[in-house]
């Protein structure tokens, strides 16, 4: 069977006679992943970047990154933004606005890059996450000014989400009915700010999630939810235990929570990841032995049924992609 196939297989829970393996890379700097809209030379470092992990590493899947699109458009200046009636102005971009038609773009030419036949979900922001990053500093990642907002008004707030979210269901639709991918990778995470309760988060900050989810579901996406604990982010991952996704990844190691216990926790879906993706964790630093017993281990721990391994989230730059190989031979059932 092509790779493709053996990745559905697995998400759907059948018999694989190998567990499906893939890791996922950044391809531009840091400054890049916001610089890309009507930028030709983001464009091809990101179409190369894809190609060239494809040819080399060989994985069984790719998340394809949004490289350069991480900034949600807008004619709102984020300096400008002193309370959450601000957001009154905000209007959707449109469905065919450059940022959703560059994006649709750079997804054909990298399938199209491909030397075989491989599932491939693109990453997709929670709308609370894109406007986080309009406040992104050295002093935080905007989630002291999204509390601040949705304490100053949860109703306004919510309205402003709402408005990016139908702008990324109109993305996600038409990559998925345009292009040849498999389904999203959606990436969200809690406010990690204290004072947002679980109960603030799913009356202001959910609605907006299941916006873009259930619009993947309705163009037949097989969809990948992340629940991002990176950078030290934490997660109450039950908060989303019945999010409509076919697949469940999250930080099995700083949210200490074994892919057999997220399992369990997400009704029997497939669940992604294992290993921990930092600079010092076994993934980066193990030698091949040490990468084949932990991969034994997941697979007997967790069963060879509704897996795939990946990491916890995006692996260092400096990745050997020799290790992917080493994981894939071992995953052989």
């Given at each position: 069977?092509?790779?493709?196939e053996?990745?559905?297989?697995?998400?759907?829970?059948?018999?694989?006679?190998?567990?499906?393996?893939?890791?996922?890379?950044?391809?531009?700097?840091?400054?890049?992943?916001?610089?890309?809209?009507?930028?030709?030379?983001?464009?091809?470092?990101?179409?190369?970047?894809?190609r060239?992990?494809?040819?080399?590493?060989?994985?069984?899947?790719?998340?394809?990154?949004?490289?350069?699109?991480?900034?949600?458009?807008?004619?709102?200046?984020?300096?400008?933004i002193?309370?959450?009636?601000?957001?009154?102005?905000?209007?959707?971009?449109?469905?065919?606005?450059?940022?959703?038609?560059?994006?649709?773009?750079?997804?054909?030419?990298?399938?199209?890059s491909?030397?075989?036949?491989?599932?491939?979900?693109?990453?997709?922001?929670?709308?609370?996450?894109?406007?986080?990053?309009?406040?992104?500093?050295?002093?935080?990642?905007?989630?002291?000014?999204?509390?601040?907002?949705?304490l100053?008004?949860?109703?306004?707030?919510?309205?402003?989400?709402?408005?990016?979210?139908?702008?990324?269901?109109?993305?996600?639709?038409?990559l998925?009915?345009?292009?040849?991918?498999?389904?999203?990778?959606?990436?969200?995470?809690?406010?990690?700010?204290?004072?947002?309760?679980?109960?603030?988060?799913?009356?202001?900050i959910?609605?907006?999630?299941?916006v873009?989810?259930?619009?993947?579901?309705?163009?037949?996406?097989?969809n990948?939810?992340?629940?991002?604990?990176?950078?030290?982010?934490?997660?109450?991952?039950?908060?989303?235990?019945?999010?409509?996704?076919?697949?469940?990844?999250?930080?099995?190691?700083?949210?200490?929570v074994?892919?057999?216990?997220g399992?369990?926790?997400?009704?029997g879906?497939t669940?992604?990841?294992?290993?921990?993706?930092?600079?010092?964790?076994?993934?980066?630093?193990?030698?091949?032995?040490?990468l084949?017993?932990?991969?034994?281990?997941?697979?007997?721990k967790?069963?060879?049924?509704?897996l795939i391994?990946?990491?916890?989230?995006?692996?260092?730059?400096?990745?050997?992609l020799?290790?992917?190989?080493?994981?894939?031979?071992?995953?052989?059932?």
């Amino acid at each position: 069977m092509t790779k493709r196939e053996l990745v559905l297989r697995a998400i759907r829970g059948e018999d694989v006679p190998r567990v499906p393996v893939g890791f996922w890379f950044h391809f531009v700097t840091l400054e890049e992943k916001g610089q890309g809209l009507n930028n030709p030379r983001i464009f091809q470092k990101s179409l190369e970047g894809h190609r060239r992990y494809v040819e080399e590493g060989r994985p069984d899947f790719v998340k394809i990154m949004s490289d350069g699109f991480f900034k949600y458009p807008s004619d709102l200046v984020p300096e400008n933004i002193y309370s959450v009636s601000d957001f009154d102005a905000l209007q959707s971009i449109g469905e065919n606005h450059p940022w959703i038609e560059q994006q649709i773009e750079i997804v054909q030419a990298i399938l199209a890059s491909f030397p075989e036949d491989l599932a491939s979900f693109y990453n997709i922001f929670a709308p609370a996450s894109y406007l986080k990053r309009w406040f992104r500093s050295q002093h935080g990642r905007g989630d002291k000014e999204l509390a601040d907002f949705l304490l100053e008004n949860p109703v306004k707030l919510k309205a402003a989400l709402e408005v990016i979210a139908g702008d990324i269901a109109i993305l996600v639709k038409r990559l998925l009915e345009e292009t040849d991918l498999d389904g999203i990778y959606f990436s969200t995470q809690a406010v990690q700010d204290e004072r947002v309760s679980a109960i603030d988060y799913q009356k202001v900050i959910e609605p907006s999630n299941l916006v873009v989810l259930e619009a993947a579901n309705e163009v037949g996406g097989n969809n990948i939810l992340h629940i991002c604990g990176f950078e030290g982010a934490s997660n109450d991952l039950a908060l989303f235990s019945h999010y409509p996704a076919q697949v469940f990844n999250w930080a099995t190691h700083h949210e200490n929570v074994s892919l057999e216990e997220g399992r369990q926790l997400f009704h029997g879906k497939t669940v992604l990841g294992g290993f921990e993706n930092t600079q010092s964790s076994l993934l980066n630093t193990g030698n091949r032995e040490e990468l084949v017993q932990e991969t034994k281990h997941l697979i007997s721990k967790a069963g060879s049924r509704n897996l795939i391994l990946g990491a916890d989230c995006t692996v260092p730059d400096d990745f050997q992609l020799e290790r992917l190989e080493w994981i894939r031979q071992a995953a052989i059932l």
